[in-house]
């Protein structure tokens, strides 16, 4: 499975924006996915998943209630809509693919190339 994310960029806070992750592959519909993001300085951290059916979701508590992961399973593509953005949130922001549930966060099967997200106060 090869990943790509886009749909970063520059924004205000209190704005929105939605990253795309879009998969390669007939078996992106059996994986788990998440996002990860990794602001300059700091180590990456989990952001949000959801399990291969949709049916399933979690998400870190820094962004719980302002974040909302997705995926359409047709389309190979997984969603971050990303409402009441930060300046804490800037980071890149990365999609991942995994099959144990919840995700193995330091043992995820594949990663994608990141996205810049700045939110700018």
């Known amino acids: 499975v090869q990943l790509q994310a886009s749909g970063g960029g520059l924004v205000q806070a209190g704005d929105s924006l939605r990253l795309s992750c879009a998969a390669s592959?007939?078996?992106?519909?059996?994986?788990?996915m998440g996002w990860f993001r990794q602001a300059p300085g700091k180590e990456r951290e989990f952001v949000a998943a959801i399990r291969w059916s949709g049916g399933s979701t979690y998400y870190a508590d820094s962004v719980k209630g302002r974040f909302t992961i997705s995926r359409d399973n047709a389309k190979n593509t997984v969603y971050l809509q990303m409402n009441s953005l930060k300046p804490e949130d800037t980071a890149v922001y990365y999609c991942?693919?995994?099959?144990?549930?919840?995700?193995?966060?330091?043992?995820?099967?594949?990663w994608g190339k990141g996205t810049q997200v700045t939110v700018s106060s």
């Open positions: 592959g007939r078996t992106f519909s059996s994986y788990n």
């Open positions: 991942a693919a995994d099959k144990t549930w919840p995700l193995n966060y330091y043992g995820m099967d594949y």
